[in-house]
């Protein structure tokens, strides 16, 4: 896909392919600022003197996932009709995994614990011989 690139400020540029990513770490020219995502910091390059394009960050939600993309978006205009075409073109895919459902086994795994330490409580008497009402014995009226 692509690898996001920061100059030498840390400052974002344009993602780069995965080939010209190693041939700027071959030479040197770069150095890696991140394993996961995977990006390189250029030594050379500041954001000020770079050309930038427009990026459009689409967001699909769901449940247990959410699911985004990076993408370049370029517009094109007909010169016959004056129609204008857009077209996208990925560059990076990410998925992001929610919590939620962990949050929820630890949860119900927390209260099977405790009720498996309050259910073994072996240094009391049985309650059950306590219940009876003696013979004879008759209700308030």
């Known amino acids: 896909?692509?690898?996001?690139?920061?100059?030498?400020?840390?400052?974002?540029?344009?993602?780069c392919s995965e080939k010209r990513a190693r041939l700027l770490l071959q030479r040197g020219r770069a150095r890696v600022h991140r394993m996961v995502p995977f990006a390189i910091r250029l030594g050379d390059r500041r954001a000020e003197n770079s050309t930038l394009q427009l990026l459009r960050l689409k967001l699909d939600p769901g449940s247990q996932t959410t699911g985004m993309a990076l993408v370049?978006?370029?517009?094109?205009?007909?010169?016959?009709?004056?129609?204008?075409?857009?077209?996208?073109?990925?560059?990076?895919?990410?998925?992001?995994?929610?919590?939620?459902?962990?949050?929820r086994d630890a949860l119900t795994q927390r209260r099977g614990h405790r009720r498996f330490r309050r259910s073994r409580l072996r240094y009391r008497e049985a309650r059950f011989n306590n219940r009876r009402k003696p013979r004879g014995w008759l209700a308030p009226s």
């Open 1 to 15: 896909m692509a690898v996001f690139v920061l100059d030498t400020h840390k400052k974002p540029l344009m993602p």
């Open 72 to 103: 370049r978006e370029t517009e094109s205009v007909d010169l016959a009709t004056g129609a204008t075409t857009r077209q996208a073109s990925v560059l990076v895919l990410l998925e992001l995994h929610h919590r939620g459902q962990a949050i």
